[in-house]
């Protein structure tokens, strides 16, 4: 609280801080404005009854069961982005262009990223409209309705976009970063509304048992969040000319959660393709149809089944997207040209060997950490016993790490100021 007093003390900052405001204003009304010409109960009624677009609702801020110009939000974006890390593996010259040629390379990789953006928006939009169109939940009067109704969705995520890209330049945090933050916030009213409406005195030690988890799963993101391995590195005096560089000791952080809640995100939309397969089949005819339905639907009722393969999938994708992200080989041929080292590592492959060692150790404990984030819905509400008194661990995560990034940013304006 106290930092941010003094944030507002400033003039320059308390005006970046409205104009942030004034944005996310424009995002909530935007979320809000419906696409004329369709039925909203029914959409609501069909969001209700399904998790997997429940979920993709949760990071819209309700854009989606709004049927709003806003419905895709700035998932085709961050699809873009994962596309695009990937494909470093696969092209070199990205690869270079992201991590050698510095702020120039890496604005070139997001004009890339924000240019894959408008096909995979097309693509996600036709696909949802024309997925409920087929269940009867959006009924156009012709094909030229689908495309302009497509058109509309494609320019609200672009302008989305274009709003995160200037929260952004304002240097309070990642402007999509908070975007996703306040979609999340913005159904919290609600769930606080249903909690109230089904309160009794006699489930009072459940909802105090509830406070005290939710109070210390918010404590241990934060500490993983934050936790660091901090990796020694030295580097060697260099005479050029009249003066001397190098000669002297820092270190190479090294954070035990490297992938953040992308492995999350990976897993959600494996583990929920099931049901999503099996509400598209069933309704068919075909015997084998039917069977895949009915296995799908047995899957996803078992809890523990489906709660055991749901903290598997993020163990394995915590490791692969850190593979991904994180490469030993790059880092230490960057602290051999530099004239740095690791104390008692040879540099080059020595190094490199060590590096990866220390991220597949870390790792580890981010992917047990994730996973147990992931499955934290299924554990309290068998613990409660309700659907409203569940902690939602990837929401918490993000809003929790989503502060962290503000308030760090905030502190480093701060700095900037006083020194």
């Not at 409205?18 to 996310?24: M, P």
């Not at 092209?91 to 040629?101: Q, V």
């Not at 490199?352 to 950490?369: D, E, N, S």
Request: proline residues 4%.
């Amino acid at each position: 609280m106290e930092t941010v007093i003094k944030f507002f003390k400033y003039k320059d900052l308390r005006n970046r801080a409205i104009y942030v405001l004034a944005l996310l204003v424009v995002f909530r009304i935007l979320a809000s404005t419906p696409i004329p010409g369709v039925d909203l109960e029914k959409i609501h009624r069909f969001f209700a009854s399904n998790q997997f677009l429940g979920l993709l609702n949760l990071f819209s801020g309700g854009a989606m069961r709004n049927f709003s110009l806003a419905m895709l939000g700035v998932g085709p974006y961050i699809t873009a982005i994962i596309i695009m890390q990937l494909l470093t593996l696969i092209f070199p010259r990205l690869k270079e262009m992201y991590y050698e040629e510095g702020e120039m390379g890496r604005a070139k990789f997001n004009r890339y990223s924000r240019y894959l953006t408008v096909p995979l928006a097309a693509i996600q939009g036709f696909g949802f409209l024309n997925f409920l169109r087929v269940q009867g939940i959006y009924q156009p009067e012709s094909w030229f309705m689908i495309i302009e109704d497509v058109v509309l969705v494609v320019a609200g995520s672009l302008f989305l976009m274009w709003i995160g890209e200037l929260i952004t330049t304002k240097n309070l945090g990642n402007g999509i970063s908070i975007i996703i933050f306040a979609g999340i916030v913005a159904g919290w009213p609600q769930t606080i509304r249903a909690t109230i409406l089904g309160y009794s005195a006699e489930k009072l030690s459940t909802y105090f048992a509830f406070f005290v988890m939710a109070i210390l799963v918010v404590a241990g993101i934060v500490i993983v969040n934050e936790a660091e391995r901090r990796i020694p590195v030295t580097y060697a005096k260099r005479v050029r000319g009249m003066k001397m560089y190098g000669g002297f000791s820092t270190y190479l952080p090294v954070k035990v959660n490297q992938a953040g809640v992308i492995p999350i995100i990976f897993a959600l939309a494996v583990v929920l393709f099931p049901q999503f397969l099996a509400q598209f089949l069933s309704g068919a005819e075909n015997i084998v149809a039917q069977k895949i339905s009915e296995i799908c639907i047995a899957f996803l009722r078992n809890n523990w089944l489906y709660g055991a393969f749901y903290f598997l999938l993020v163990f394995v994708f915590t490791y692969f997207y850190t593979a991904v992200t994180f490469d030993p080989k790059e880092i230490s041929q960057n602290l051999q040209r530099w004239g740095g080292f690791i104390p008692g590592i040879r540099p080059g492959p020595q190094t490199a060997q060590f590096l990866r060692k220390v991220i597949y150790r870390i790792t580890f404990v981010g992917a047990l950490f994730l996973g147990a984030v992931a499955i934290l819905p299924l554990i309290t509400r068998s613990f409660t016993g309700s659907a409203a008194l569940s902690i939602g661990g990837t929401s918490i995560l993000i809003v929790v790490a989503v502060v962290i990034e503000i308030i760090n940013q905030i502190k480093a304006e701060l700095a900037m100021r006083e020194y």
